[in-house]
């Protein structure tokens, strides 16, 4: 026997060589004293019908074979041997040979040994064959890549699983899969119990499952083809909020909207899905929305389930993902809210998480979040605020003097909010308004100097959202009211030319006024349209001046104690009737007047309703007539009656002062 190495070896000269020395063996060969009879088939299947009935066996003919004669076949030599089958000897045939019946009872390999036939338990003769059962598929399993072996017959399009068969008598069976071609593999298993194929499945497989044959015949087991169920990258999605539609996976983080959102539209791309033979099949998502106001908190929350994308006609699979269920439309946010999106405030926000679902997927989905944010650059807003410490230069004085006390803004201010962070206002304000200079005073003595102003004020803030108190500061200019020059009417500070004929004449300065007997009636004597600002007393809608005198007052035969007058201003902003309010010393004030008043007569007895404008002619607000006229005087007058209630308080102290 000469051998071959994989690797040469030096021999003498230098020469290689692959060739091993010659291994010799002796073996002492004897005749056997039985004959062997060679069977023309090397295989017998044992089922109901060859136990019967017997199957046809030629056999070399023995010499001594009697014919119509059974005979047994055992596994050994010895008597008492297990009965593996039994031979019927029927006739000869002109070859020198013989045909039998045998009637197979056990199973037999040739590997196990020698068959040995017998004859009243003495062996006669010696043969070999197979005897195996009848070929039974009993179960089936297949090994997707990467997983484990499973019971469950379904696999995807393109891909390449392996299939093992486990029975009985399957050595001898001859597999096929219906239209499914078989790879050959070194890791092919093959034995009676158990069979191995590694099998493709192609991308373009016309059909639902593959029967698995067994020499032409059914074997009752087949391989479902079902579509790939793996979540994509959620690239497909595209929202759109008011600029070019983006996909969500692009949007990293808060996007900051300057602008009004009139709708978000969710938008599906069904050829982003499957590419070539980079199968996805079916998306199934789900969406949850909620919208929260500028305090983070939740203003309404809604849920979409169940939203299924299915690929494109650019899939070699898509007609097999024809489903009634497979969305086209986008998927609109206002369609689901009760509060629309056009309709959200300032710096409220809007999230949307899209995710797929657990349920139609053995492996984790995606999940993105889109959250869009009401941007706004700046705030205009009414602000009330009490400075103080200011430093104050007046243009007829030098120096800025000392520290003064406590004063009262009223500003409407503009603030600006940061570009890069989310609802964080810049530390600095610029607005205008009026200034009460010195409105309170805690000396003793009235020694500060109080004024009114309008004013441009420009402020700074500070930055830490956690303090409690702010100390601001203020730097600005503006116009005072120069209450120490004397016959200087009020309304002239907002640009009317008022007479001050018809009021409590001044002396001296708007701090001090004549007094007037015990008893006194007041006249007017004008018939000017008063100012916008005027401080009156009301009695069965007629707006008189407040004298401030001691003692007692007559108001046309009603005496009023001055202790309890009450000071008020009337504006002329508001939106009902200019002649329905009732006395302000009955301390009830329900009118909103219009946009100025006029005084007609020595009384101003009446006011004139063609010069109120745009107002609601009863001061119970039961009928509207102002035609939009509300829409810039209800905040002014909010705004003015307070300024007016700081003005009143302010008057008082500098009287009590002095």
């Not at 009935?53 to 030599?77: A, K």
């Not at 007829?396 to 206002?425: C, H, M, V, W």
């Not at 640009?495 to 009636?521: E, H, I, M, T, W």
Request: proline share 5%; aromatic share 10%.
């Amino acid at each position: 026997m000469k051998l071959q190495t994989e690797r040469p070896t030096l021999l003498s000269g230098s020469r290689l060589s692959y060739q091993l020395p010659v291994l010799r063996q002796e073996f002492n060969v004897k005749g056997s004293r039985l004959k062997f009879l060679s069977p023309d088939q090397r295989s017998v299947t044992m089922d109901d019908v060859s136990r019967r009935r017997g199957v046809e066996l030629i056999l070399d003919n023995g010499r001594s074979f009697d014919l119509h004669r059974t005979y047994r076949i055992e596994d050994q030599e010895e008597p008492g041997g297990s009965l593996i089958a039994e031979v019927y000897t029927r006739q000869y045939l002109s070859n020198d040979r013989v045909l039998c019946y045998l009637r197979p009872y056990n199973t037999h390999r040739q590997t196990a040994g020698y068959l040995y036939i017998k004859e009243n338990d003495v062996a006669r003769y010696i043969t070999n064959l197979d005897i195996t059962p009848q070929t039974v598929v009993r179960s089936v399993q297949v090994l997707h890549r990467g997983g484990e072996w499973t019971s469950s017959l379904s696999v995807s399009p393109g891909e390449m699983v392996d299939v093992r068969l486990e029975g009985e008598g399957l050595q001898k069976a001859r597999m096929s899969f219906e239209d499914l071609p078989i790879i050959p593999s070194d890791s092919s298993v093959r034995t009676d119990a158990r069979l191995v194929y590694r099998v493709m499945v192609p991308v373009n497989f016309s059909k639902r499952k593959s029967t698995i044959y067994n020499a032409g015949q059914p074997t009752g087991y087949a391989i479902s083809v079902r579509e790939f169920q793996r979540p994509h990258p959620l690239d497909f999605v595209s929202v759109s909020y008011g600029e070019a539609t983006r996909p969500v996976t692009r949007l990293g983080g808060p996007v900051l909207y300057n602008g009004t959102i009139r709708d978000v539209v969710f938008q599906f791309n069904p050829n982003g899905i499957d590419q070539g033979e980079q199968l996805y099949g079916k998306q199934f998502l789900s969406f949850e929305v909620r919208t929260l106001n500028s305090k983070g908190e939740l203003i309404e929350m809604r849920n979409v389930d169940n939203v299924v994308v299915c690929p494109g006609d650019n899939s070699p699979r898509y007609a097999f993902y024809t489903d009634k269920q497979c969305r086209t439309d986008p998927l609109s946010l206002n369609s689901l809210l009760g509060r629309k999106t056009y309709d959200l405030d300032d710096w409220s926000r809007i999230l949307v998480t899209v995710k797929h679902q657990t349920g139609p997927y053995s492996e984790p989905g995606y999940t993105q979040t889109v959250e869009l944010v009401l941007k706004r650059r700046y705030k205009f807003d009414i602000d009330v605020s009490f400075p103080a410490g200011l430093l104050t230069r007046r243009e007829d004085e030098k120096g800025y003097g000392n520290f003064g006390g406590i004063s009262l803004a009223t500003l409407a201010q503009l603030s600006f909010y940061s570009p890069d962070k989310i609802n964080r206002l810049r530390p600095y304000k610029i607005g205008a308004g009026f200034v009460a200079l010195n409105a309170f005073n805690l000396s003793p003595t009235a020694t500060s100097e109080r004024d009114l102003g309008v004013v441009i004020l420009g402020s700074v803030y500070p930055t830490r959202r956690d303090a409690k108190f702010t100390f601001p500061l203020y730097l600005g200019g503006g116009a005072c009211w120069a209450w120490a020059s004397g016959s200087t009417c009020l309304g002239r500070a907002l640009g009317s030319d008022c007479s001050a004929q018809g009021f409590a004449k001044f002396k001296g300065s708007l701090a001090k006024f004549d007094v007037l007997p015990n008893f006194a009636r007041l006249p007017f004597n004008s018939a000017k349209p008063c100012a916008l600002l005027q401080l009156h007393i009301s009695n069965n809608g007629r707006d008189f001046l407040l004298s401030q005198a001691r003692g007692q007052v007559v108001i046309h035969g009603r005496v009023q104690r001055l202790l309890h007058a009450e000071i008020e201003l009337d504006f002329g902003l508001g939106a009902a009737g200019a002649g329905r309010d009732f006395a302000a010393v009955f301390g009830d004030e329900l009118e909103h007047v219009g946009a100025f008043q006029a005084c007609i007569g020595g009384y101003a007895r009446v006011q004139v309703v063609n010069f109120t404008g745009f107002v609601v002619p009863d001061f119970h607000h039961l009928q509207s007539g102002d035609a939009g006229g509300r829409v810039g005087a209800q905040p002014g007058h909010h705004f003015l009656d307070f300024f007016g209630a700081a003005l009143a308080f302010l008057v008082s102290e500098i009287r009590s002062s002095t």
